[in-house]
């Protein structure tokens, strides 16, 4: 079974749709989670933690479940600069290993 | 806003060749990583770096791989004998401590092309 394991998609929407990824970890002692965005060929940026009271960042909002090791973000009202790979994000190690997911992709359409 | 530095930006080189990646972390940080992306992969931890050692490692990072902070700034990543295999991305990444995930930041990479 993968660590990090998600939807690769893509996932094709219009503008000012709301949607919705989904990731499952392995390790039931992992200890923080985050997204991060990609784009093409350039590094890893944080997009937000998630913490286990879910938060909120603008149009997005992140849940965890600890219970079903599952990891959600939901973004609103989609933009077209948010088409991206989102990469589920665990770190099991206080910080010093983070295990990555193998993303899903985001095409957001006009 | 300060930044991780990375160079080169593309390199490229035979089978069998020893290569350096380099890095500059974010100064005040005290925590190195070196993280790898195979074309159409996901990224994947090679190793962790404090204190002028190593602090973690992954099966990836075998004995063909090292590390060096060999100055007050730099970090590098030595490959000693390149295989086609290892073709990919390399980012390196800083964080002032541990534990700190809100608080790493990755360079823009190194595009690494093994022929």
């Known amino acids: 079974r993968k660590e990090v394991e998600q939807d690769p998609g893509p996932f094709n929407v219009p503008e000012g749709a709301t949607v919705a990824f989904n990731c499952t970890y392995s390790?039931?002692?992992?200890?923080?989670f985050f997204w991060y965005r990609q784009d093409c060929r350039k590094e890893p940026k944080l997009l937000m933690s998630?913490?286990?009271s879910g938060n909120e960042d603008g149009r997005f909002t992140a849940q965890l479940n600890r219970a079903s090791q599952y990891i959600s973000l939901l973004i609103r009202d989609s933009k077209l600069s948010d088409s991206a790979t989102y990469l589920c994000v665990v770190d099991n190690n206080a910080g010093n290993m983070l295990t990555f997911g193998g993303g899903t992709r985001l095409m957001v359409k006009p | 806003e300060p930044e991780v530095t990375q160079t080169p930006s593309h390199q490229v080189t035979q089978m069998g060749q020893e290569v350096i990646l380099r890095c500059v972390p974010i100064?005040?940080?005290?925590?190195f990583y070196w993280y790898r992306q195979i074309l159409g992969q996901k990224v994947e931890f090679l190793v962790s770096f404090y204190n002028n050692e190593i602090s973690e490692k992954s099966e990836i990072f075998d004995d063909q791989f090292s590390v060096e902070r060999p100055d007050g700034s730099n970090f590098t990543l030595k490959i000693r004998s390149t295989k086609l295999e290892d073709s990919a991305m390399y980012f390196c990444?800083?964080?002032?401590?541990?534990?700190?995930?809100?608080?790493?930041?990755f360079g823009s990479g190194t595009q690494l092309s093994v022929l």
């Open positions: 998630v913490y286990s």
């Open positions: 990444a800083s964080s002032p401590l541990a534990g700190q995930g809100e608080k790493l930041f």
């Open positions: 100064s005040n940080h005290l925590y």
């Open positions: 390790n039931s002692a992992s200890q923080s």
